[in-house]
């Protein structure tokens, strides 16, 4: 992408997650908001040109469900990242989303995997921060680990503990397509009920038994009397065993 840094004015501070802070901003010259996502790295100017040149294919996605991107640069040893802003936030900060709505963004949310998948991309972070809605309806998805030499480098600077991580990625196994299907089902279960299936354990004890709830295949079941069954049996079939 092409931004210059100079014709961007910052509105806001939007939020901050475990890595960075996102900023509301003007672009003066097509007077377009942007969310910019301000990250600290400390890396070389050659892993500065990998993370640049992996984000680029982000230009090439095209999708009605897939956060727009505008851009990155470093200034130092900072990298902004500039994406389409969505002036109703993330799913995370409605509580409980009434099952009508939310089988309506579900399918928004599975389009945008699949045209991901389709360009060989992987998510690698879906939970509820990650999606993202506007007033004018649409529901799109963000965060998409495109660069694998962000991703290493954010998991060298910054220690958190991912609770929507399927079984078979605690583990180490294979990544892929079913363990994004796990985490979506996580992420669902959680905005159906307002609750995070493994909430009782996260409170209690320490984030370890969490992750070895998990490993045991202990996964969430909607129940049956507040919800559809068609939801319901789609979250009861995310989990891959
Ligand atoms: P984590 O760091 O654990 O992944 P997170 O996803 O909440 O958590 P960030 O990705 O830094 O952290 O985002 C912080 C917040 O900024 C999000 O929770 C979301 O509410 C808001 N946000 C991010 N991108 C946008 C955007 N494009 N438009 C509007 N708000 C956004
Ligand atoms: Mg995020």
Redesign the pocket.
């Known amino acids: 992408g092409t931004i210059n840094v100079h014709d961007l004015q910052q509105v806001e501070l939007?939020?901050?997650?475990?890595?960075?802070?996102?900023y509301?901003a003007l672009y003066v010259p097509s007077r377009t908001l942007?969310?910019v996502?301000v990250i600290q790295l400390d890396v070389d100017i050659e892993v500065q040109k990998t993370i640049l040149a992996e984000l680029d294919i982000l230009c090439k996605c095209n999708s009605e469900a897939i956060?727009g991107f505008y851009g990155a640069y470093f200034i130092e040893n900072r990298i902004s990242i500039c994406?389409?802003?969505?002036?109703?936030?993330?799913l995370?900060?409605y509580g409980r989303i009434p099952e009508e709505i939310l089988c309506r963004m579900a399918v928004r949310i599975v389009q945008g995997l699949l045209y991901m998948w389709s360009l060989k991309i992987l998510h690698r972070?879906i939970?509820p921060?990650?999606i993202?809605v506007n007033t004018r309806g649409d529901v799109k998805l963000?965060?998409f680990g495109v660069s694998t030499q962000l991703v290493k480098s954010i998991a060298m600077t910054f220690v958190?503990t991912?609770v929507y991580m399927s079984p078979e990625r605690i583990k180490a196994e294979n990544y892929g397509a079913p363990s994004e299907i796990w985490s979506l089902g996580v992420t669902l279960f959680e905005l159906a009920t307002g609750k995070f299936p493994f909430k009782e354990i996260l409170m209690a004890e320490n984030p370890g038994t969490v992750m070895n709830v998990i490993i045991e295949g202990n996964t969430p079941v909607l129940p049956q009397d507040v919800f559809s069954p068609e939801l319901s049996d789609f979250v009861a079939r995310c989990p891959t065993h």
């Open positions: 939007i939020g901050h997650g475990n890595g960075g802070e996102v509301k942007m969310a996502k956060i994406t389409e802003y969505m002036d109703g936030g993330s995370d900060q972070d939970k921060s990650n993202l963000c965060d958190g991912n």
